[in-house]
C-alpha cells in the first residue's frame, strides 16, 4: 500500500497519533497521501472505518477518495464519513434533527433560491431595495452566518447596519416557518448543535479519532471552528493543503488558518513534499515561475522527474469565437489521435465564457460535460421538478410553493397570492396552512392545487423515486407544458435526465454522507452512530443531494465527454490535457481584482492551479476581442503571459505585442523590459495562421466624437493624471475605457463623459 510512495510521503501515510500539517505544491500527492493515510489506520487497526471523518471540497472528490479505498482495503466504504462540509454538516443535522430544531425533512436553499426568497421578504416587508439591495443582503446574512454570528451578535454601528440586522432576522424567521436552510446555515447550525449538545458532542468526540481534511487552505473560519470542537475529545488532526492554491479568499476562505493550525496543533509537526508527480517539466517550471511573482508565500520548492515534455503552447485568435473553434479543432486531433476525452479539459476564468465553447463543442458534435456554470439542478424546468417533490416532503416550503403553484398556469393570480401571502402573515404559517382562509374561486383554486399535492404526496408512499419523479413530472402538467413548447424538446430530456440521476443516485445512494442506509444496515455497518433508525427517505436525499451537488451529472452517466469547468471547479483535479482560455486583461486576471487588496495574487494563484492541472499538454488561449454581457471588448494579453520565461513557451501564433511601452512604468516589476512599442496593437501585423474568416482588427479601437481610443494608448486625464488604455468596451455614448493610472491604479471611465487627452 505504501511501497509505491516515496520517503516523505510514507512518513505522512505512516505518522503516530497527532495532529499534523502537510504543506506541499500542487501535484505532490496530497490528496494521495490523505487517502492512503486512511486505509493505512484502518488496516493497521488503529481505527474502525467509522472512527474516521474526512472532509473533501467536492462531492466528486470524495467519491473518488471512497473508490480508491475500497481499491487499497477490502472494506464497504458505505456510510463512512467522507464528504464536503456543507454534505457532513448535512448528515449531522438530519440524524438530529430535533435537537438542532428543524423539521426532519428541511430543505435546502441554493444561492439563487436563497435570493429569491430575500427578494421576496423585502418585497413583502416594504423595504426599499436600491437602499438594501438583495444581492448585498445576502452576502451580508452569508458573511454573519460563516462568521458564526446570529443576528443579536452581529455589531449594530449604524443605522444601515441595523437594517441589515433586522432583515436578517426576518430572513431566519422566514427560514424557520419554511423549514428551508441555507449553505452557510447547514454549517452554523451543525456548529451550534456540537456546542450546545454536550452528549451529542462528546458522542462524536469520542467516536471520531481521526479527523483528516484536503484542501485546507480553503476553510473559512467557522469550518476551521466546527473541525476543533470535533476533534476537542483528543481526535489526531490530519490536514493537507497548499497556500499557492488557496482561491476562495472572495468567499471567506481565509489561508491563515493553515499558520493558524500550524501553531495551534501541528506544532512543527509539518510535512513538506517536494516531488511533482503529475506534470510534465515545461509547466510546472511554467507554473513555478508564475507563481513566483506572489510576494505573500509560504514558499516551496517542486521538482519532477518527467522529462521536460512538450512545451506550453500559446495561441491568440481575433475573436473568442475563432478561439473556441480552435480549441474545438485541436481537441479533435488529439481525440482522433486516440486521447480520450475525459481526459481534456477546457477552463475559463468566469462561467460567461462557456457558453461559446459549448457552442463549437456541440456544433462538432463532441460530447462535453459542464461542471458548475449553470449547474444542471439550476435549470428552470429541473427546479420545476424539484420544487413539486420538495413540496410533496415539505408543503410548507414557500419558495417552492410560489415557483410553481401557477406553474403549468392554473389560473391563480398575483392578487391571489398577495392574499394569501396576508392571510399567512396573519396567521404566522406557511402559504400552504393559509390555503383554507381564502374563499371563492380563488380560494378553489388554491385548494385544488393543495390537493394536487396531496395526492402526488400519497403516490411518492408507494414509489421507487425515479418512478416519483415520473409520476410527479407527468401529473404537475410539466410534461404537457413543455411538450406544447417551442424548445421543449430540451426541456423534456433534462427531465428525462432528471429521472435518470435519480435512479444512478439510488445505485449510489450511502457513498457520500448521505445517512440513508437501510436500519439492518446501518446496524451491522455502523454500530457507533447514535442517530439511530435512518431518518431520510431517498426522495429527501436525493432533494439534498441535488441542492448539494455541483452538477457532475450532466453527461449521461459514464460517458466519456470532454471537461468543461471554470477554473475554481477544476482544483484538487488532474487531465492530460488543459486547455486554459481567455488568457486576457480584465478577464484574467478579472478586472475587479485590480482594485481590491490582494486581488491580483489570489488572480495568479487561481492561475497557478490552472496550470497545474495539465499532465501532458497545455495550452493557454487568448482572443483580441470578445463578446462578453452584450458588448465587445478589446483586451490586452494577459500579464501572466509575460510572467512564465518564453524558453517554455511555444507560440502557435505570432507572439505580437500587445502592450504600450508606458505600462512599465505603473504595473510593476513584471511589465518593465519587456520591449512593448505602444501602439502594436494598431499596427498588428497579419497573422498568417489564422483562419481568413477571421475579420481583422485592425482598427481595435472605438471611436467617440472626434477621438479614436485604442489599447495601448497612452492618455491624461486632469485628475488621475497620466495612464494607458489596458481595455475598450461598448460603442458610441456607451463606450468605455480601462485605464492603467500611473498613481492610482486601474479605473473604467465612460469615454463620452470623461475629459482624456490622448498623449
Ligand atoms: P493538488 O494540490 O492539485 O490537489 P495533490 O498534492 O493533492 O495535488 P495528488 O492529486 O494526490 O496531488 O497527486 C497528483 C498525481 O500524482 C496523482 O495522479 C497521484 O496518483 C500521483 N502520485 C502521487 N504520489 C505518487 C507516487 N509516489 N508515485 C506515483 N504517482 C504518485
Ligand atoms: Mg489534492
Redesign the pocket.
Known sequence: MIG???EQ?QAAVTLPEGHALVL????????????TRMAWLIQTSQVSPFGLLAVTFTNKSAREMLTRLSSLLPINTRGMWVGTFHGLCNRLLRAHHRDAGLPQTFQILDSADQLSAIKRLIKAAGIDDDKYPPRDVQRFINGSKEQGLRPEQVDAWDAHRRGLISIYEQYQAQCEREGVVDFAELLLRAYELLSRNAPIREHYQRRFQHILI??FQDTNDLQYRWLKLLAGGGASLFA?G?DD?SIYAFRGANVGNMAAFERDYAKGNVIR?E????SHGHILDSANALIAHNAARLGKNLWTEEGEGEPVRVCEQGTDLLEAQWVVDEIKSLVNDGHTRSDIAVLYRSNAQSRVIEHALFSSGLPYKVYGGLRFFERQEVKHALAYLRLITNPNDDTSWLRVVNFPARGIGARTLEQLGDAARAAGSSLYGAVDSLSGKSGLKLQAFAELLAQLTEQAHYLPLPEIIEHVVHHSGLRDFYMGEKEGEDRLENLQELVNAAAVFVGEEGMVGEPALSQAARETVDPLDMAGPPTMSPLDSFLSHASLEAGDNQARAGEDAIQLMTVHAA????FDSVFMTGLEEGLFPHENSLTEQGGLEEERRLMY?AM??A?KRLYLTLAQSRMLHGQTRYAMRSRFLEEIPDAHLKWLTPKVSTMGAAMGSGMGSSWSGSGYRRGDAYNRPSTGAMSPREPRLATSGVRVGEKQFRIGQGVHHAKFGDGTIIGLSGMGNDAQAQIQFRDVGTKTLALGVAKLDIV
Open positions: 509505491s510512495l516515496n510521503q506541499a505544491g500542487a501535484g505532490s500527492g496530497k490528496t494521495r497521501v490523505l487517502t484536503d484542501e493537507v497548499d492554491q513534499l516531488q511533482n508527480y503529475r482544483k484538487g483535479l488532474e492551479v497545474t492541472r499532465r
